[in-house]
């Protein structure tokens, strides 16, 4: 038996915040743009944060149906990749393509970024979600979350990163899309109650 060995102490391990389906619906019916935009944006694809801040009109191919990830920005340090395969793809559903084209139209400010602060420049992730994000929880009862949150719901609720030739995964987004944007058209033909979505 070792004898004056300290162990660790036991930390208890925080179960990741997931946001259900009626949590999301409430906030996308209240979030403003960008903010709105950029929420689902996350939700549908999985992007981190650092990866949403910095895109650029550019990274948008809506012809393609396309949208590509090529910097991270993280405490006003922007970081790209390294070689043109550091860079990700991905696919985006007719819905998402949707809320996209939308956005661009009714998009007033004139920046080269798709998510512009009212300066123009780079949304600080963390006044983003103080000013724009939690006084809409808090207004809607539901608990605050991080931006993290909506990685953890991605993956939770199917809408797994989308990639060019992954069928499963477009028709999984469109499933929970239909849900959350009854009311928008062009998202396929998916047919799928709320009660099959939140087990």
């Known amino acids: 038996m070792a004898r004056g060995v300290k162990l660790p102490p036991m930390e ?13 619906s409430k906030l996308l019916e209240v979030l403003t743009d960008p903010t709105r935009t950029m929420f689902f944006l996350a939700l549908s694809l999985g992007l981190r944060i650092g990866e949403l801040l910095p895109l650029r009109l550019e990274d948008l191919d809506l012809s393609a ?11 006003g340090h922007l970081q790209t990749p390294k070689t043109a ?11 998402l393509l949707n809320v996209l084209s939308r956005y661009l139209e009714n998009r007033r400010r004139q920046s080269d970024l798709l998510f512009p602060n009212s300066a123009g420049t780079i949304f600080d992730d963390r006044n983003l979600i103080r000013r724009e994000v ?34 499963a995964k477009q028709a999984a987004l469109e499933t929970v899309a239909r849900v959350l944007f009854p009311n928008v058209p062009n998202f396929g033909d998916v047919q799928e109650s709320k009660e099959m979505l939140v087990q």
């Open 134 to 167: 939690e006084p809409v929880c808090d207004c809607l009862s539901i608990p605050r979350f991080g931006w993290h949150a909506l990685r953890h719901t991605s993956a939770s609720t199917t809408m797994l990163y989308t990639h060019a030739q992954d069928d």
């Open 65 to 75: 149906a396309l949208l590509y990830v090529r910097r991270d920005y993280y405490r």
């Open 85 to 95: 395969r550091s860079e990700r793809r991905f696919k985006l559903p007719p819905l």
């Open 12 to 24: 208890r391990v925080r179960k990741a915040r997931v946001l259900t389906v009626a949590e999301i």
